[in-house]
């Protein structure tokens, strides 16, 4: 799995990181995650691969493709 940046996870810990708001606003269940996974690095976009944790990286690809699907529901294979 190379979509984590192992460099991230050593440059940044817990503190410094910040809850991923695309997460929290899409994932009902954001509350649930463990602290970890819902952590970006703070000093990047918040995309997935921002995401510290692996688990954190997938659910956040998932809602990225819930959006997509919801707004071309054709288009869906
Ligand atoms: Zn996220």
Not at 44 to 64: C, I, P
Request: glycine share 4%; charged share 25%; with cysteine.
């Amino acid at each position: 799995m190379e979509h984590v940046d192992p460099n991230a996870l050593k440059r940044t810990d817990f503190r410094n990181g910040r809850p991923c708001e695309f997460c929290q606003q899409l994932d009902s269940n954001f509350g649930q995650r463990k602290p970890m996974d819902q952590i970006v690095s703070a000093n990047r976009k918040q995309t997935a691969s921002a995401h510290l944790t692996e688990d954190g990286y997938v659910r956040h690809r998932w809602l990225e493709l819930s959006k997509l699907v919801a707004a071309n529901p054709r288009s869906a294979a």
